[in-house]
Structures are given as C-alpha cells and as structure tokens.
C-alpha cells in the first residue's frame, strides 16, 4: 500500500520498521518539529524522524495541521491508501480522516475500550491492571472512540513499571499493525464498534498525579502508582516542608508494635534501619530510595543516617 506514517516519539518506531519491512510504500513521515531538550535546551529531532531519514523517507513537521492548507494539499496529492498514527500527539483533523479509502489507523496501547485517552500505558499500570494490551482501530472525531479492528493482550508483571511497559507495546504493536494493514486490504479484518459503556479514561498526567495521598491510598496502591508514573511525575511527598521524591518503594507486612499500631497515615516507623510510613487501611510502605529537595538520591540507610528523624515525623 501507499501509506502516510503520523507518528513522533520512541513508541512509534517499531511500527515504521516494520511497515517498511513488510513492503508498504511509506510516501510522507509526519512528525512534530524538532524541540529543544536538556539543560542546553538544544534543538534534538523526535525518533520518528531520525528513523525515517535514516530509511531516506520523506518528512515533514508541521506545528499547525488542522487549517494548514499547503500540508493538505500535500497529502491530497499522495492520495495514501491508508494513514497509520501512532503516537503522534496532534489531533487529527476531519479532512484528514476522510482522505484515504481505508481511512486511518491508529494503534492505541490500552485494550478499548478500557483508558482511552493521552496516557493508557501510565494509568493501566497506576491502576494496577495485570493485563492490557494493544488496539489497532479506525480514527474518528471522538477520543479514542473509533471501531477496533484487532487487538492483542499483554501481561503486566508485578514490579513492570509504565517506562518498562512502553517498549514491550511498541514492539509487539508493530506486527500488530502490519496485521491489521493486510487484513483490511482483503476484508478479513472489519471494524466493531466500542462497548462505550465500558469505556475508562487515561488523562494527560500532570505532576500532582505523583504526589503520595497516605490517607486515601494503600500501600499497594502507592507502589501502583510509582510504578505507572515513571518517568515522570514519579512519586513525591513533604517532609518539613520541602519536596522528598521516592524514587523507590517495597509494600512492607503490616507493623505489629503498639507504636505502629496506633499511627496515623503518613506517620514515619524506623525499625532496624528501615524507613516505613503507615498508609490507609493500616498497610504500611518501606521507602528504600529517597532525595530530599535540593539534595542528591540516597538509600534509605544513608538518608536516615543524615537526617534527624524519628518514629513518629509526619510525611505529607
């Protein structure tokens, strides 16, 4: 097929791989424009793009595509079969859904209609799924609304963090989508509308989605949402009234010590070197990685010996 790859980040490189090796004729990489990274904020060009100019492709990076009449007469001259989005992070059009015969394919990392949205590999692993997946399905005008056509499942190990998870979707999403391609081509694959009634959200993530609620969450729901939220916004608390940043954190058994048995949620146990908060429903966490605002990451052996804590301090 004559196809028009929309795709920017990591995540969206094994589809193109793929879709080249399989044959297809890829006329036009889109991709979002170069953008500065790093503390010298230098300009760095998205993978997306460096695989395709690797692969000789033609790219273009538009920062406007919904009333950008030259890009549209640039794909209206392609005249694709089919355009293939894959984390793109732009919206896409009307005109552009209307514009190949098979229309557009995007493959979503959750199992629709289950976290639709900007972030489902994030929130399946915050929610503590043990099972998502990937979808390839039809774009249209509504959020992640469109018809499936195939899907595939994934298991989630328990320690699997969101940055883990990321790369085992893109690659077994690849083949996925090379499926899906010849599947519409000979009518074997046909689009089924979502279950809308079963449909969960997967929002942007914002940085108070890593701050740590000890009253409302269990210790197993806090390493849940460690482990979706990385890299970023990770998991975060208060300790005097400055910003402590748990890099890494093990659900402990429950404290048997009239002490830790009377604790309240975000109260601190330090037992044999050991840095545990009490959580809800008297379930308790051992932070084992810690950096304090303005310092550098310590264990928590190293942290305790540094700071004057003592059972009884107050997290949050």
Known sequence: ?????????????????????????????????????????????????????????????????????????QLESIAPDAIVVVAYGRIIPPWMLTLPHLGCINLHGSLLPRYRGAAPIQWAVAMGEMVTGNTTMLLEEGLDTGPILLQQQVKVSPDQTAADLFDVLAQAGAPLVVETMVGLAD???????QDNSLATLAPLLSREDGRMDFAVCTAVELKNHWRGFQ?????????DGKKLIVHRMDVSEPLSTPVAGSAEPGEIHIENHRLLVRCAVNTWLELTELQLEGKKRLMAIEFLRGAALVTGARLG
Do not use: S, Y
């Open 1 to 73: 097929m004559k196809l028009i790859f929309c795709g920017t980040p990591r995540f969206a490189v094994p589809t193109l791989e793929a879709l080249l090796a399989a044959g297809h004729e890829i006329a036009l990489v889109v991709t979002q424009p170069d953008r500065p990274v790093g503390r010298k904020q230098q300009l760095a060009a998205p993978p997306v793009k460096q695989t395709a100019l690797a692969a000789g492709l033609a790219v273009t990076q538009p920062e406007n595509i919904r009333n950008n009449l030259d890009f549209r007469a």
């Open 231 to 239: 890299p970023w916004p990770g998991a975060f608390t208060m300790l």
């Open 187 to 193: 009518g074997t694959v046909q689009p089924k509308p």
